[in-house]
């Protein structure tokens, strides 16, 4: 019996091409107070699926993505879109603002710039009618060291023109949830 019910699951699996477990995941909760909670994907985590930042600034939509991968850098990308023109940005003066406590439950706070910098540009076209920039930003600090981390865009790093006079910061938070994953062939 036990070997008919994993064998029907294993096919419907493969015919079907999906897969949906519970599982536990560590990521940074975004701060609903920063800008409106935004899925990054439309497949995977159910309960912690609203993991990025938006905001709009006049014309300007910004999201803000950190990634969590317990042992590596903190990784966060920035995506940056508009419809008629590229918007001007200097990646490499956003700031980083990391929380950690020490194993003596002291709390630290220290300021990182990015050690390393990847970025995409995407013109206008008929599925995507707007010009996209992604800039990769990644950190010289564990992201499984951080509780929690605040990234803050300057006011000069990003040309908003009279849409902006303050700096725009976006704050996260390391979180373990109870979450329900699923993936398919269509996602």
């Known amino acids: 019996m036990n070997r008919f ?3 029907s699951v294993l096919l419907l699996t493969m015919l079907l091409g999906c897969v949906a477990y519970p599982t536990t995941r560590s990521y940074f909760e975004p701060n609903s107070e920063d800008g409106v909670l935004t899925a990054t994907s439309g497949c995977g985590y159910h309960t912690t699926k ?3 930042l938006v905001r709009e600034i006049g014309d300007i939509s910004i999201q803000v ?3 969590y991968l317990e042992a ?8 940056i879109k508009r419809e008629n023109d590229y918007v001007s940005f200097e990646p490499e003066s956003v700031v980083l603002d990391a929380k950690s406590v ?5 709390e630290n706070q220290t300021q990182l710039k990015a050690s390393d910098i990847t970025s995409s540009l995407q013109v206008p076209t008929k599925s995507t009618p ?3 920039q992604w800039y990769v930003l990644t950190f010289p600090v564990a992201a499984d060291e951080l509780n929690g981390i605040s990234i803050t865009l300057s006011v000069e790093s990003l040309a908003l023109g009279e849409n902006s006079t303050n700096d725009l910061v976006f704050r996260f938070t390391k979180i373990a949830k109870q979450d329900f994953y ?3 062939i269509n996602c």
Do not use: A, M
Not at 72 to 79: A, E, M, P, Q
Not at 102 to 106: K, L, V
């Open 65 to 67: 993505i950190p990634e």
């Open 72 to 79: 590596d850098n903190l990784k966060v990308t920035i995506f």
């Open 130 to 132: 707007y010009y996209g």
């Open 182 to 184: 699923y993936n398919s």
């Open 102 to 106: 020490t194993t003596s439950g002291d």
């Open 50 to 52: 609203l993991d990025s």
């Open 5 to 7: 019910l994993i064998s």
